[in-house]
């Protein structure tokens, strides 16, 4: 018994936060509405008049007929009159219809362009510990595919929500002024499909959940198996994939079959409801018309009218999901939009003008994780002009330095200086600016190559564009695209080598001139001599300016003034190249290894 | 259902019965459909008018009867059209994974994985989910606006004509609002492709993008794509806005209508109060099942579409010849007796040719490039260029130039991932491109660049290598290719559990598996395809000792970019750009390659003999 307890008390509180979520993520929907505040109460004020006309309709239709009630007997002035104002009546509903429409469309369209901007403009100020700690694909998919959903939501929210809710009250309110008990039979009767429907919903969605899973494993297989089909075929693995996969595909048949045959089992069924609905009030009402308390026309109206507010009996589990959708979609976009930004640095209190290029580092604790130190009372002094290398075997966090360096990251104790001023006092954009920055992932822009070069200085004339792509060896091979400078790098640049990518970016930073570099030298996938050209690339870049540099080749590290060897993400000594061999320490074992 | 469909036909064929009975039970529940209003009428018409409360509830039973029966018909029809449309989607991707297995690199180059894998998975699916619309509504919403129609027809011949305008008006704003609106959702989406991938560059570059400090640029630049997709989504949103309200009207306008002339036809006594009711209710049927029909046309258009793509994928077919596959690419086709046939003569010519090889030399000639080249599809130069080249048994040949040079193109005509475009290859003195591929790719054992390993134990994955190794022989390959210490040092050894594409294993211990799995198969020609890039120096000449000790004596190809890896072989390639620039041992080539030195002397520049780099 008391398992039990335990077991629903964390399962309530979760669902009260869910609860408490999604009313958060929905005052916040509202507050980008109320951007749109007259459009929403235009498109409100067409709804509700879409709707009293359309529900004023079948009331002049059953007048009309109600004119003709047998031969020779057909009050031919009345019916023209009704007919006429039944014109009336269509032209509005029509045109509020219509009106509504555009209204939600703004509205949505608007408000999912401001969500997308805010949550652009987020990116650009969260720290990139936030931006590391997720992935690419997960933040795109929250600006594009859940804010997609969430407009698909809010459109249909809008559209069917209040215009449901409306019709259903309406309607009540029509029949019950015709009659009260014909009333009473649709009423008591029609809730029943919404139960169906949700009864056997419910009994699908173990279905879709198994049909789910034997879905994605058979995904993983086939993006095993073809994903990496040189393998399969070198070794022969064709025959027992094969097996493999019609084993998973047989099951998710079954599964499948189950889950889409219970599903489409909802619709026939509300359909049963309105059809007994159809039938309660055709047999109620011919009973009271034969009573005569009841016209033939006041029947028909009330036929359709039965028609009309099961109908959005039966749309109102589905809106329901849709909106709840949505609001769990918009609430993932929510967080990222809500999520803490770097400190504010617009009121920079110092500014580097003219730089030395003196950098230093003064006690720097600095960890990822709080309770995992990496960096520990980090001492560094680095002259005007000096080279600084950083080594360390693969995934040491020699990357850590560049983080700190360039503020992407800030300490957690103790300072970095440059030119004697703390970098936190600095704004970021002045900080930044003082440092050219050539890193292993080379990122190029969507655009010609022109464009990419001229990314960090946009007022750069072609000539100096050019001076400075001859400086880095990149000339060469862009007057040999098709269309030279003016050729468009597409995403990731597929056209373009590793190594020539990375002469790119040598020239970008060459444009800049900047007073200090931190480069990350290309580990592999790039051949020898390609090496050698963007080695000497560097060294040109390197001359007089204070520079970082991860380094991955003895000759690099063998002309730096000072040697930062990091292990395990801290840096275990500092000194020059024969001091370092001198201590025999770790960097003498890495150094006789190779 | 339209020409696309014709190749993928075959796999719904076979659920005939399904296809047939589902249709047929929606039109039943149709049939039913359409016989409310005439009950209605009845109800009105004679109940009421004669004041027989007795009519009226038998007229009612009919209703709730029709309502019962209604709901049998749908069901037994949404059954069999379940069943018809997993059973296709099931048999439809047995038979795409079975092709795509088949299919030779060039024809993967050409189509890329990720297409692939999307038409596996999401393109069954939706295609799915048409069929299965499909045999639902296709036949039920028309047959209904047309009974309507009818039953028109068979109370007033003018009214009826009201019916027959209003339809063809109803359908020329329903189909031609979706005609206009289809291409341009089209365009949005392609808009709002654009607004994804700079999301994605915006995010890839965040470092580049704040160190150059370049974050408000790029974000006026986003704000401009972002209006543009609001403004084409607005534009395309008011057009099928415009759907609704003019069915409306249209309808409503032919009600109108209907009630006039209605109002004369009882006047003249032709018509009854209670039929003019019932053809009030077809009028608004036609509307719901118009707008049904039109959403069963986008969702169908949709799958043919898909249809469509799956059926490029069969269309592709391997560019290999090979005698043993050839049939395999479409189930169904009983052709084993026919591949048995040619397997058989395969081995006959084989053996011979063999045997006349071995006669021939003491030291066995393994392998011959004759003249090769190799242009991939669609490439304007070849990517190798007239390689000549005898390998004798037992040889080490080492293959170096940097990227792009053709190194791994050069290998891959071994084991025919690729057909030399140009000369030949021949293995055991038989052309490859006449060996059964089975066969020719046993002999092989092949390491990638990057290692593949997948989910399963270590065991397992081995035993890809060589289903019948015992467990000595394991231990034996991964020994040899350094991977048993770490191995050993697991809890559950061998058995130790590798997730997919090897997560939980570092890039250096995949390798070392990639070999020992290799090994395992006892080949006769072990390639190493820039492979040991990934070892440390210590491990890469423990290796290099290692094979040299291999009982087997297999040909060894070792593609490097370290001279290092390779100086001990019997015959080094040098290549640039597809060409092969020399072919010599190491002492030959430094002395006369240009190309070599400059290799040699940039990897052991500075730091005297020994030393290349870090990583």
Known sequence: MRRKKDLAGPAGQEKNNIKKRQKKTAAKVLSYIRHYFFLAVLSLLFAAVNVVTALYLPMLTGDAVDTMLKKGAVDFILLKELLVRMGIVIGIAGASGWLMSICNNRITYCVVRDIRRDAFGKLQKLPLKYLDGHPVGDLVSRMIADVDQFADGLLMGFTQAFTGVLTILLTLVFMLRINVWITLVVVLVTPLSFFVAAFIAGRTSRMFQKQSEARGIQTDLIDEMIGNQQTVQAYGYEGKALERFGEINDKLEKYSLKATFFSSLVNPSTRFVNNIVYAGVGITGAFFAINGSLTVGGLSCFLSYANQYTKPFNEISGVITELQNALTCAGRVFDLIDAEEETDDGHAKERIEKTEGTVQLEHVDFSYVPDQPLIQDLNLSVESGKRVAIVGPTGCGKTTMINLIMRFYDVNAGRICIDRKDIRKLSRKNLRSQYGMVLQETWLKDGTVLENLMFGKEDATREEVMEAAKLSHAHSFIKRLPKGYDTVIRENGENLSQGQRQLLCIARVFLLKPPMLILDEATSSIDTRTEMKIQSAFGRLMEGRTSFIVAHRLSTIQNADIILVMKDGKIVEQGNHESLLKQDGFYAELYRKI | ?615
């Not at chain 2, 993928?8 to 929606?26: A, D, Q, T």
């Not at chain 2, 596996?120 to 047309?146: E, K, W, Y």
């Not at chain 2, 011949?157 to 063809?168: D, K, P, S």
């Not at chain 2, 209670?274 to 069963?296: C, D, M, R």
């Open chain 2, 1 to 615: 259902m339209g020409e696309s469909l014709k190749g993928l036909w075959k796999y719904l064929r076979e659920y005939k019965k399904e296809c047939v009975l589902g249709p047929l039970f929606k039109l039943l529940e149709a049939v039913f459909d359409l016989t409310v209003p005439v009950v209605t009428a009845m109800i009105i018409d004679k109940g009421i008018a004669h004041r027989d409360k007795e009519m009226v509830l038998c007229y009612g039973g009919v209703l709730v009867l029709l309502a019962a029966i209604g709901l049998l018909c749908s069901i037994t029809a949404q059954y069999f059209a379940a069943k018809a449309a997993t059973g296709f989607a099931a048999k439809l991707r047995y038979a795409l994974f079975k092709h795509v297995e088949t299919l030779s690199f060039t024809e993967m180059d050409e189509v890329g994985t990720s297409t692939l894998i999307t038409r596996m998975t999401s393109d069954v699916n939706q295609l799915q989910s048409g069929v299965n619309m499909a045999l639902r509504l296709f036949l039920r919403s028309p047959f209904i606006v047309f009974g309507a129609m009818i039953m028109a027809f068979t109370y007033d011949f003018e009214i009826a004509l009201i019916f027959v305008a209003a339809i063809i008006l109803l359908s020329v704003v329903v189909f031609g609002i979706m005609a206009v609106s289809t291409p341009l959702y089209k365009k949005t989406q392609g808009i709002l492709d654009h607004v994804l991938q700079s999301t994605r560059e915006n995010l890839t570059g965040v470092r580049v993008i704040r160190a150059f400090c370049r974050e408000p640029e790029e974000e006026e630049e986003y704000r401009g794509k972002t209006v543009f997709l609001m403004k084409a989504q607005m534009f395309v949103g008011r057009i099928s806005a415009l759907t609704n309200p003019l069915t409306y009207v249209i309808v409503n306008a032919a009600l109108i209508l209907l009630l006039w002339r209605g109002g004369f036809r009882i006047q003249a006594g032709t018509l009854k109060q209670g039929e003019i009711v019932a053809l009030v209710n077809y009028l608004s049927q036609i509307l719901v099942e118009l707008v049904k029909l039109a959403n069963t046309i986008v969702l169908t258009n949709k799958s043919l579409a898909c249809a469509e793509r799956i059926e490029g994928v069969f269309s592709l077919t391997s560019s290999l010849e090979d005698h043993s596959r050839k049939n395999h690419s479409r189930p169904g086709e009983k052709t084993d007796f026919q591949k048995d046939e040619g397997e058989k003569k395969n081995a006959f010519v084989s053996g011979e040719k063999q045997q006349s090889a071995g006669t021939e030399k003491s030291v066995k000639t393994k392998l011959v490039f004759e003249h090769a080249s190799l242009c991939y599809k669609g490439a304007l130069e070849p990517s190798i260029q007239n390689v000549n080249l005898e390998v004798k048994e037992g040889q080490v040949i080492g293959i170096i130039g940097g990227t792009g040079s053709g190194k791994s193109t050069l290998i891959s005509m071994i084991p025919r991932f690729y057909d030399a475009t140009e000369g030949n290859v021949f293995v055991d003195g038989r052309n490859v491109k006449e060996w059964d591929l089975e066969k020719l790719r046993k002999k092989i054992g092949i390491v990638m660049q990057k290692a593949v390993l997948f989910k399963g134990s270590i065991r397992e994955n081995l035993l890809w290598g060589n289903e019948d190794a015992t467990e000595e022989e394991m231990v034996e390959a991964l020994k040899l290719s350094q991977a048993w210490e770490f191995v050993q040092k697991k809890e559950k050894g061998l058995d130790s559990f590798i997730e997919q594409g090897g997560r939980n294993l570092s890039g250096g211990q995949k390798q070392r598996l990639g070999i020992a799995r290799a090994l395992v198969r006892k080949p006769e020609i072990l390639i190493f395809d820039d492979s040991t890039s990934a070892l440390d120096y210590v491990t890469d000449a423990k290796l290099e000792q290692g094979l040299k000790t291999l009982s087997y004596h297999p040909v060894i190809f070792m593609v490097s970019q370290r001279t290092s890896s390779i100086r001990h072989a019997d015959q080094i390639l040098v290549l640039e750009d597809g060409q092969v620039l020399d072919v010599g041992t190491h002492g030959e080539l430094l002395e006369r390659s240009k190309e070599y030195r400059e290799i040699h002397e940039s990897q052991y520049k500075n730091v005297g003999e020994e030393a290349a780099d870090f990583a």
